[in-house]
């Protein structure tokens, strides 16, 4: 995760508290999520950014998993297409992983 | 199922996955609070 989203991660915590704040993925690639996920639970895995060291345990989702509270319509606007060509069962996984880590 | 009513969501959109603004659109009848929304770009 970028530098800047880092840090308007730790903003939007430190405005609202951890327990208010959801964070929504849309990676392309498992890897690339994973290492998101890990970024917002456990801290930055590159230790370059902000959130180096800093254990925030947020929730974390890709929205390939939030298909059951998404109206079809939108979902068939927004992201079936994607869901088509991505390999959704290993972003799933990936994701899932670190929240479990954290309890989730 | 995932609650997301009055919570703040930091949606990181992927350029090559799913962008912010298709993200934003799937949100919109959860209830969920937009806390920001982003597109990264891993290219």
């Known amino acids: ?104 | 199922m995932v609650d997301l009513k009055g919570k703040y969501v930091a949606i990181i959109g992927d350029r090559d996955g799913i962008p912010g603004p298709a993200i934003e659109e799937c949100l919109k009848d959860t209830g969920a609070i937009i806390g920001f929304s982003t597109t990264e770009c891993f290219v």
């Open chain 1, 1 to 104: 995760m970028d530098m800047e989203n880092q840090t308007r991660v730790l903003e939007l915590v430190e405005k609202h508290g951890k327990e208010n704040v959801v964070v929504i993925l849309g990676g392309a690639e498992a890897e690339a999520s994973g290492l998101a996920a890990e970024t917002v639970t456990t801290g930055d895995p590159t230790f370059a950014g902000p959130l180096t060291g800093v254990q925030l345990e947020l929730p974390v989702y890709h929205i390939f998993e939030l298909k059951d509270i998404i109206p079809e319509d939108v979902w068939e606007e927004q992201i079936s297409m994607m869901e088509m060509v991505l390999d959704v069962d290993a972003i799933i996984k990936e994701v899932a992983t670190y929240r479990e880590r954290i309890g989730g």
